[in-house]
């Protein structure tokens, strides 16, 4: 009996998830335990696997497609078995869907049935973080007939131009963007079909709906136009593309979009002499700008305004509601402290001349931690309405930068390992959470949080806590500095850090007894080793 695979959830924070790639194909045997694709979250890339086996009989996400938590996703069962039950099942509950849609949309003006045998291509989420895309080269012109497979057209993402392949067969009936037009994910991007078929009433609704919406925000309202498909398909919205400078959309060649930018014109002053009065080279190479008003005795800025909107990703997202919820929940205070650094300088110098071990300042730093946290559970606490949890055993997560945030992988039972043990798995953590390799578990169950921008040249900053951690320690840069050692004036090697504590769970005569204990482990690392 077949099965349906849905969308997992890999992640408590998961709501939707990108197929970054599919390792099985329609028609591939599958065996319990086999990996079927790596899924794309808010935090993380992960191998997906099958709890059954079976024939891979149905993709239902493409690679690179986004789908909600619970979309169907594939579906496993016997060789040559009979499926349309269940694609009728989920077609059907579009088609209803559609309908609802159809009634509640078809008294709105712009409304538009798709013939039958046409599909919209709308703009291609080509990578995780997509949210805008810009056509770079059109690969087939209107009137061109398409076979699936064929390259449509070169699409520039934020990571790269990549080519975007037909999904369809047919004839290229209209073309949506022209080249070096930038449009949002899930925009109209083309309209393929049977030879002949009138897509005149499609693509007027389209540039009329791009009118609407640029008159109507100026009123601060919104109208989006819907096309009803009769295919059992979803409605979708029909984005306009629009200029960051203007209200109206401008047509320029990606060389002369480059040349602009380069130096520093203003597209929308510039008149194009291309086609649709797209703007081309020659246009910029010939453009004048304005002098600055000498000649009238009227002063006129040189400088002109400019913003940009990027669309939030999912981790950025989640990162922004856990911060918020800490920083406004848990009463934050901050003790700063300075620690003398040559004994640990040393030190380490001394440990790595040991055959294959390198260790860092940070694990020191983290194996200090955590065995401080040993004599001091109040700061290794969680609060909870009713009660406060001491835990007994260590785990300390360790901040790690990524392109789009920031993740904290956790060294389970810290105190218990050796630097060596502690800096390996450090090392492996950074450069999976980099490729997005990290799994929710390797990112959950910190007892207590450390952040080091010292490698960044930072001498001393503050963190919000990682709740339902009661405590964070910011670590700062080793700088070079003049001290008092014995009554003479010497140069030092200091390092600042700073403990965030909430003070429901730390007090800060508490706070202060760990520092200090902290202050003897990293002032005298060998202690660490009896």
Request: hydrophobic share 40%; charged share 30%.
């Given at each position: 009996m077949a099965e349906v695979i849905n969308m997992p959830r890999l992640s408590d924070t998961m709501e939707e998830g990108v197929v970054a790639t599919w390792l099985k194909q329609v028609g591939d045997t599958i065996e319990e335990g086999d990996i079927l694709a790596e899924i794309e979250t808010d935090k993380a890339t992960m191998e997906f696997e099958s709890f059954y086996e079976g024939t891979l009989l149905h993709i239902g996400i493409k690679e690179g497609e986004t789908a909600p938590v619970d979309s169907l996703l594939a579906i496993v069962g016997e060789k040559g078995e009979d499926i349309s039950a269940l694609l009728a099942g989920e077609s059907s509950k579009e088609v209803e869907e559609t309908k609802e849609e159809t009634v509640n949309t078809s008294t709105q003006e712009g409304t538009v049935e798709i013939p039958e045998g046409v599909e919209v291509i709308t703009m291609p989420r080509l990578s995780d973080t997509m949210t805008d895309g810009t056509v770079a080269t059109w690969l087939k012109q209107v009137g061109d007939t398409v076979e699936e497979g064929d390259i449509?057209?070169?699409?520039?993402?934020?990571?790269?131009?990549?080519?975007?392949?037909?999904?369809?067969?047919?004839?290229?009936?209209y073309v949506g963007l022209q080249e070096g037009d930038s449009a949002p994910v899930d925009s109209i991007l083309a309209i393929i079909g049977p030879k002949g078929t009138d897509v005149t009433n499609l693509a007027a609704n389209y540039v009329k709906a791009d009118a609407q919406e640029a008159s109507s925000e100026n009123n601060e309202k919104k109208t989006v136009a819907k096309t009803v498909v009769s295919s059992g398909k979803k409605n979708q919205d029909v984005k306009p593309v629009k200029s960051f400078t203007s209200s109206e959309r401008i047509f320029v060649s990606p060389l002369a979009k480059k040349m602009a930018e380069e130096k520093g014109y203003n597209l929308s002053k510039i008149s194009g002499s291309g086609e649709n009065g797209r703007i081309v080279k020659k246009d910029v190479e010939n453009y004048q700008p304005a002098s600055g008003g000498a000649s009238t005795g009227v002063f006129v800025p040189s400088g002109e305004e400019s913003t940009e909107d990027i669309a939030n990703s999912q981790m950025r997202k989640?990162?922004?509601?856990?911060?918020?919820?800490?920083?406004?929940?848990?009463?934050h205070y901050y003790l700063n402290v300075e620690f003398n650094m040559e004994n640990a300088i040393a030190f380490r110098k001394q440990f790595?001349?040991?055959?294959?071990?390198?260790?860092?300042?940070?694990?020191?730093?983290v194996k200090a931690s955590a065995l401080a946290l040993k004599k001091h559970p109040q700061v290794n606490s969680q609060w909870f309405d009713d009660r406060i949890q001491l835990n007994h055993h260590v785990h300390v997560g360790v901040a790690v930068a990524v392109e789009d945030g920031l993740v904290v992988p956790v060294v389970e039972f810290t105190n218990e390992k050796s630097l060596p043990q502690i800096g390996a798995e450090v090392k492996d953590y950074v450069v999976r959470a980099r490729q997005k390799k990290l799994t929710p578990q390797e990112m959950d169950g910190s007892t207590f949080t450390i952040s080091n921008l010292g490698m960044f040249g930072i001498e001393s900053f503050t963190s919000i806590i990682n709740q339902p951690n009661s405590a964070i320690l910011s670590v700062g840069a080793i700088i070079e500095k003049p001290i008092v050692k014995n009554g003479q004036l010497a140069v030092g090697n200091m390092m600042k850090l700073t403990l965030?504590?909430?003070?429901?769970?730390?007090?800060?005569a508490t706070g202060a007894q760990f520092l200090q204990t902290l202050k003897e482990y990293i002032e005298n690392p060998v202690t660490m080793l009896v």
């Open positions: 449509l057209a070169e699409i520039e993402t934020d990571k790269a131009t990549m080519e975007f392949e037909s999904f369809y067969e047919g004839t290229l009936l989640v990162i922004a509601r856990r911060l918020g919820e800490s920083k406004f929940t848990a009463p790595n001349t040991l055959p294959e071990v390198k260790i860092s300042f940070n694990d020191i730093i965030a504590c909430d003070h429901r769970t730390v007090d800060g």
